[in-house]
């Protein structure tokens, strides 16, 4: 299956996302208290929402999960100890700019500080994208060191979106990588597959399988929390990259009133494992300053992955897992 959307499609897409909380409160039919604590927080954390995602959410309803998700509220604000700015200590594994090396084996490339949509549980709201590299020139000192690193076979694109680069731009960084000859993995992880699901298009396609062809196989790391989040247009770009034979996994976070229930993550599996996506990991909240309002207590965390252990298949179920600064390796919470 190849798709008939373009590279201008998605961007049209993108130019139209609504980034005015008055638009987004106007637009759902939300109750006008709402806009207040939303224009106030957006001033430290723009809001960013793609029509596509909005389409999605129930007008009228502020209990949404998918509005949850996206709507700046005064919680944010506030000072919580235990939450900090670098939750999970990337700039502690930043070994040269572009690069964060937190596992044996990988290698993880900042190669955007945008994302289509701004989550409002943002592990890395806070980054300091600006000190990233940008032009060609200056991604030079990245593939010196992975190219002297024979440790790495795997490179993980991320950031930001990674999606989020024009084609051309992406091609550029992908062959840079394919180039070396000890990396043999190319790992995507991107959330425009499910909030702007235009990015799946022919071109692109074509770009993962001539890698795949060369040697450098990409895998696509998708990020779904809720069922209602797989709508229509989502569900055709998962089968093409499925059917292009591109590994697909899904990772999603455990967020307080949105996805903290046995039901709707029985949902969201089986809606993955049908399109032939993977459910990965069931992330525990990044303790990141402004999100504590979204954190579920590990144990009722527990309670959520022995019930779908009794529901799905094993293949259906995510690992349940908290990242923490300094650890080589995700931490499962199940022992």
């Known amino acids: 299956m190849t798709s008939t959307l373009s590279e201008s499609t998605w961007q049209k897409s993108l130019a139209q996302a609504i980034r005015d909380p008055r638009q987004l409160i106007s637009q759902l039919r939300l109750p006008e208290s709402l806009l207040p604590p939303a224009l106030n927080t957006v001033q430290s954390f723009p809001l960013m929402v793609p029509l596509s995602y909005l389409n999605r959410i129930e007008p009228g309803n502020p209990e949404d999960p998918l509005l ?5 509220v005064n919680y944010e604000n506030q000072t919580v100890p ?10 502690k594994v930043r070994t040269t700019p ?22 409002r549980y943002c592990f890395r709201r806070h980054y300091p994208y600006r000190d990233e590299p940008r032009t060609l020139a200056e ?3 990245v593939w010196d060191a992975l190219s002297a690193d024979t440790s790495i076979q795997e490179v993980i694109l991320s950031g930001g979106d990674p999606l989020l680069l024009t084609d051309l731009r992406l091609q550029e960084l992908c062959e840079r990588i394919s180039e070396i000859p000890h ?7 991107s959330r425009m597959p499910v909030v702007l699901p235009d990015r799946i298009h022919s071109g692109l396609l074509e770009l993962f399988q001539r ?39 899904n990772q999603s976070v455990l967020l307080k009133g949105i996805n903290d229930s046995v039901d709707a993550l ?7 494992i049908n399109l032939g996506v993977t459910p990965y990991y069931l992330h525990q909240l990044d303790r990141v300053a402004g999100a504590a309002h979204f954190e579920v207590p590990e144990e009722q965390g527990r309670v959520i992955i022995h019930e779908l252990r009794r529901r799905l298949p094993g293949y259906a179920v995510p690992q349940y897992v908290r990242e923490i600064a300094g650890e080589s390796h995700k931490v499962s919470l199940l022992g």
């Open 266 to 272: 029985v949902s969201l599996s089986e809606r993955l």
């Open 98 to 119: 572009g690069i964060l090396h937190k596992y044996q084996g990988r290698a993880l490339l900042m190669v955007s500080g945008a994302c289509a949509i701004n989550c």
């Open 211 to 249: 890698l795949a062809e060369h040697g450098t196989l990409v895998w696509m790391v998708i990020h779904a929390n809720h069922p209602n989040e797989i709508a229509e247009d989502v569900e055709t770009a998962l089968k093409q990259l499925v059917s292009a034979g591109i590994p697909v996994l």
């Open 68 to 72: 949850k998700q996206v709507l700046p």
């Open 183 to 189: 990396v043999k993995r190319l790992r995507i992880h």
């Open 139 to 141: 991604w030079e000192p």
């Open 82 to 91: 235990g939450f900090s700015d670098d939750a999970v200590g990337d700039l």
